[in-house]
């Protein structure tokens, strides 16, 4: 087992954020399994990217396509992460569409973990800011029936994210 998979491993964020800042080298192969279909690390290496990625990371710019890309065919919690990096990149023009579109997809789906549709509808509310003319549609996604099947605490965050947008 390499030393990335096995930092992977640890139960501790701590320790692995140390490892991954002492051998920064290792960017490339973590960026690698985050976009694989590898069942045992491929989440792990997309939310170790969350924990150490900056805004619009330069190392992730040239991946934003196909993150996107293969978002629909992840698992959940593979896909939370994912949603994740996207929310803190420029998503290029040609695929605010897919995105948006996915995510709302995301959203609509009720029955989904709340975590995963959080991020989904964060998502959604970073391309709507460039699109004034998606406000309408956020206030219909911010109806009820989309709020009923969230946890107390992220429902309390989506409505405090509508007021500042």
């Not at 690390?41 to 992730?60: P, Q």
């Amino acid at each position: 087992m390499s030393e990335l998979k096995a930092a992977l491993s640890t139960k501790y964020k701590s320790g692995l954020v140390s490892f991954l800042q002492a051998n920064p080298d290792c960017f490339n192969e973590l960026l690698q399994l985050a976009l694989s279909d590898d069942r045992d690390y491929a989440f792990g290496a997309a939310w170790a990217i969350t924990l150490i990625m900056e805004k619009n990371d330069t190392r992730l710019r040239d991946y934003v396509a196909e993150m996107i890309r293969i978002l629909p065919h992840l698992k959940d919690g593979h896909k939370r992460a994912l949603l994740m990096i996207l929310r803190n990149m420029e998503i290029p023009e040609a695929c605010e569409g897919e995105l948006f579109d996915f995510c709302v997809s995301l959203w609509e789906t009720t029955a989904l973990a709340p975590s995963l549709r959080s991020c989904a509808f964060q998502n959604i509310l970073c391309i709507a800011e460039k699109y004034p003319e998606l406000q309408h549609e956020i206030q219909y996604l911010t109806e009820e029936k989309y709020l009923e099947t969230l946890t107390k605490g992220i429902r309390h965050s989506v409505r405090l994210m509508m007021k500042g947008f």
